[in-house]
């Protein structure tokens, strides 16, 4: 492993979650406010991560509720992100 040093900024990696808006609106160009179709995208949010080197890559769509976990999952394969298991 090769350590770095952290100083005060977050400990933290950061993946969003988007849920597409979009074709539900009745009207082209409008949205319905606090509504999401259940599939949209996860991406590791670089800005945030710049310490642990995370780039741009190509967002993971998902299909549903149930299938986050899976795109989270790849999304952190993608950026080589290795998880320790805390006992």
Not at 20 to 27: K, S
Not at 32 to 42: A, C, E, I, R
Not at 47 to 60: E, W
Request: aromatic fraction near 4%.
């Amino acid at each position: 492993m090769n350590n770095k040093q952290s100083n005060h900024e977050p400990k933290t990696l950061c993946i969003e979650v988007l849920f597409f808006t979009d074709g539900i609106a009745e009207q082209k160009g409008e949205i319905v406010p606090k509504h999401t179709l259940d599939s949209g995208v996860v991406r590791a949010l670089v800005g945030r991560n710049s310490r642990h080197g995370i780039v741009n890559k190509n967002p993971i769509p998902f299909n549903g509720m149930h299938d986050i976990p899976r795109a989270v999952r790849k999304c952190l394969i993608q950026h080589e992100v290795v998880q320790h298991i805390k006992h």
